[in-house]
Structure formats: structure tokens, C-alpha cells
């Protein structure tokens, strides 16, 4: 029996003792005389009981084309089993197509999570969420500055993004939508986490982009301090540019793991 | 020199007069006993006198895995150099990621044009606007029926599709934004049409999915019976499903590049 995304993610953040989720956005400008593969294979081995996940963003494989996939296929092969992986690809198409980037991403490719577009509607994210034992995680509040240009404009009363959030509450039939929500936005991430208390949050936006990690667990996780996955990507990956970089890298997750769980403890569902 | 892409475009549409752009979008299971490959060659070479550009959508690429970005190279490298392609990628992600998409698509596949998303504002777009000679189709009034789950949100007294027009013009400082707006929503076209008098307008929706031929041509055109972007893929790629693939293909697109011109031909800007 497959076991359902939600599932694989609590199973591997119990045993880990971790919400952290590592971003494999591998730059080749800023690799220590290594290629991706390799790179990702030494991070990956580094650090892989000490995450919740790990979300290899498209973007960076495109860039190296057609080889990129190739590698990214590769990389995959590398993550342990137990491991859950989202592809971080922000897809969002009509129907036809919809269906093709979501057999892509989850039957080609064979990921557990997509992260996607809310902006096409819900034709353009249905193939994605039948796909019952997969996580599908909805762009809410991105962590970027031009975020405000549209999802915080005042539609019925209320900030887009909170108009997603209660929609993607809607369609959850199965269970296995989430939100992307910055870190960088802690007032609004509370609102989302208010208005899907439930749902699994995908919180980008600590570390090299400036969130704070403690506002972030306590406003990002579920009333059982639970289901917040706090992704670091370059200050993991790039801890050191030298030789070191893979022990670099296992101490900087270590350390994170470590504040994450500190604000943990404070959390009132923790007990 | 560079050439632009606007001046690509009209260029290719003057040279074989028309606004007819074919969807590259090779479905395995609907191609009669060839691979993608020599499938979409065979399109090219029988329609490449009769279109103003080709449209690729990346997600029937990826759903081949590693081997269909391999198969999207070869197949670019089929086009005639004077034919602009337009990536259609609908990407949309925060500055870093944007930049590698950008990169991805203009440097290292070398599309002359792509779609993105705007759901992360200006920042996630202006990486690939930096490109000054490439053209970037922001989307705004998609051609699907889950489009008014959010494009038609009242927000500041106007949809959503409305305020992205009107910012999509405020960045046009460089003059290579588009928008795709469908042919299944006229009026909608026509009001964007309205907002954005001098732009490009990427045309998705007729054919296959319904929208009216002859109204999309009436209300996507600029004031000189120009810049409407008439996309079709099913419609002329599967106009047979036998060995005569090529020559239905190139009987549908004669017919609806006819069909265009006719329309063109009551336009008052076409004297």
C-alpha cells in the first residue's frame, strides 16, 4: 500500500526530530570544484537524518538543460526511501496540460509533493490533487517582496492570499493540499495557519532571506506543534564554499534542527 | 544586432502573412506511429510558411522526463531562424529561482519569448523583462473555466485580469511585455485590448477549447489589425490522427490562417 504524503512527512519528521526541509537548488557557480550531482549526492548523505524532507527547486535543473533533468532523476535515486521529496516547480496550466506537468512531476519524476499556482484556478491544480497519496502545496503569501503587488490586494473584504487559503480549505476533499507561506510575513502566516489550522505549511523564507525561525515555528505550526515545514536552502547548501562543504553543511542543519525544536518546546501543543 | 522579439514577430507574421501561432504539444498517445521527435518535425516543415511563431508548452516535455527536455532541444533546433518560438512555461518564482528560469529558457534553450505567472508580483518577472530582446507573455485572463476563481475577484473596483493589465503596463519600460488573455472570454479580451492598446497579446482558446475564431481576431488586435497572437495545437497537430498527419496539419493551419485573414480584412486598421 502507498503510504499517503501527509503520512510519509510525520513518519519522517518523528523520526529525525525534525521540521526542517533542505532546498537542492544547486548553483554551479557556487560549487567547490564539484559537479550538481555529486554536490547534491555529499549534501544529501550529510544530512538526510536530520530533515523532515527535501524540495529540489526546478528552476536550477532547467538551467543546466536537458542534462539538469537527467541529474535531477539522479538526485533523486540518492534520497532514502523514507524521505519525502517536493518538487518545488510552482506549476500552474490549464486543464490538458495541468494533467501532463502533474504526471511529469509524480509519476515520471516520482515525487510525493508539488508546489503550484493558485492563479489558473481549480482546474489547473485538480489533476495535481488526484493524486490522493500525493501532497499538493498552493502558493498562498510567498516570501518575496513583490508578493503585495497582487496577493495582498483587497478582494471581498480580504487579502488575496487569504481568499486562496480559504479556497484551497474547500477543495481539500482528500486531504492532501497544503500553502506555501513566507516566513518573512509572520502576521500572515498566523492568518493562515488560522484559517487552515489543519493543512501543512511550506514556509520558505528563513535564513538567507531574513525570516525569523522562531516566529515562524510559532505561528506556522498546528495546535500539536506539528505540520510546518521550515525549508532552508542556501544557507545549508553554501555554509562553506570550501572542500568542508558537506560537514559545513551538516552542522549548519544540525543547528537549525536544534533552533527549530528549541521553539518547539515552548509550543503549547509539544507536551 | 539582436534582433527584438517584437520585431521577430512581425516580421515572421508579415513574411507569411499571418497571426497563426501552432502549439507545440506532442501528446505520445495521440501520435500516429512516430516519436515526438519526428512527429513535431514533420509539423514544422509542413506549417513553417504559414505561422508567425511556435508555442511549445514545457509540460508535454517534462512528462517525458530527462529524455523530453533532450527531445524540446532537438525540436528548436527544426525551427527556421526567423520564426520566433515562445516558451510556454507559465513560471512564476522569487528573484534568485526566477533568475535561473530566465537564464534556463532565453541563454541556455534560447527561446525568443516565454509565459510566466504574475501571482509573485513584479520581482519574480522583471529577471526574465532584463532580457530586452526576448518577449515575456504575462499571464492575465487565462482561456479555462476555473479562470474567475481568482482573475475575476473585484479588487480596487476591477478584477484581478484588470489590475495585472494595467501593471503589466507600468513595467514595460523595455517594451517586451505580453499578455495571454483567452479567446474564450471576448469581452474580457477586448477590455484588456483596451488597457494595453500597443502590446502583444498571446491568444490561447480557440480550436479545441471553443473560443470564437473571428471575435479574437476582432478584440486581440491593436489598432493596425496587429499583435494577436492566435495560439492552436490540437486542432492542427491531431487534425488527423493517420500518416497523413503532416498534410491535414498544413490543410487546418491554411484554413485558419484564412480564417484570421478574413477577419483581418473587415478590420478598420488593415486599409
Redesign the interface.
Same mark, same amino acid.
Given at each position: 500500500m502507498v503510504m499517503k504524503f501527509a503520512d510519509k512527512l510525520l513518519s519522517a519528521s518523528r523520526k529525525n526530530q525534525s521540521w526542517l526541509c533542505i532546498g537542492l537548488?544547486p548553483?554551479p557557480e557556487l560549487l567547490p570544484g564539484l559537479d550538481v550531482l555529486q554536490f547534491n549526492k555529499a549534501i544529501i548523505e550529510a544530512t538526510s537524518d536530520l530533515v523532515c524532507a527535501y524540495k529540489p527547486?526546478l528552476?536550477?535543473y532547467?538551467?543546466? $538543460? %536537458?542534462e539538469? #533533468?537527467?541529474t /535531477?532523476?539522479k538526485t533523486l535515486h540518492c534520497i532514502p526511501d523514507h524521505i519525502p521529496v517536493i518538487a518545488?516547480a510552482?506549476?500552474?496550466?490549464?486543464?490538458n496540460?495541468?494533467k501532463?506537468?502533474a504526471?511529469?512531476?509524480f509519476s515520471?519524476?516520482g515525487f510525493d509533493a508539488a508546489t503550484v499556482?493558485?492563479?489558473?484556478?481549480?482546474?489547473?491544480?485538480e489533476p495535481f490533487i488526484n493524486y490522493r497519496h500525493k501532497g499538493v502545496f498552493i502558493?498562498c503569501r510567498?516570501?518575496?517582496? $513583490? %508578493?503585495?503587488? #497582487?496577493?495582498n /490586494?483587497?478582494?471581498?473584504g480580504r487579502p488575496?492570499y487569504e481568499?486562496?487559503a480559504r479556497?484551497a480549505g474547500e477543495w481539500n476533499a482528500y486531504g492532501n493540499i497544503g500553502l506555501v507561506v513566507g516566513a518573512t510575513y509572520p502576521e500572515e502566516l498566523e492568518r493562515v495557519r488560522s484559517i487552515c489550522p489543519d493543512m501543512c505549511l511550506l514556509i520558505?523564507g528563513v535564513g538567507s532571506q531574513g525570516g525569523d525561525l522562531a516566529a515562524a515555528v510559532a505561528h506556522g505550526t498546528d495546535a500539536r506543534g506539528e505540520k510546518a515545514i521550515i525549508n532552508v536552502s542556501r544557507q545549508v547548501l553554501y555554509a562553506s564554499r570550501e572542500k568542508d562543504f558537506a560537514r559545513a553543511a551538516r552542522e549548519m542543519a544540525e543547528k537549525i534542527r536544534g533552533q527549530i525544536n528549541s521553539s518547539l518546546a515552548s509550543h503549547p501543543g509539544s507536551q
Open positions: 537548488d548553483d527547486n528552476a536550477f532547467e538551467a543546466l $538543460g %536537458a539538469g #533533468f537527467a /535531477l532523476e518545488d510552482k506549476r500552474g496550466d490549464i486543464g496540460t495541468a501532463a506537468y504526471r511529469a512531476l515520471v519524476f499556482s493558485p492563479y489558473l484556478g481549480f482546474d489547473s491544480i502558493l510567498t516570501s518575496n517582496r $513583490g %508578493a503585495t503587488d #497582487f496577493q /490586494l483587497c478582494t471581498d488575496l481568499v486562496v479556497k520558505p
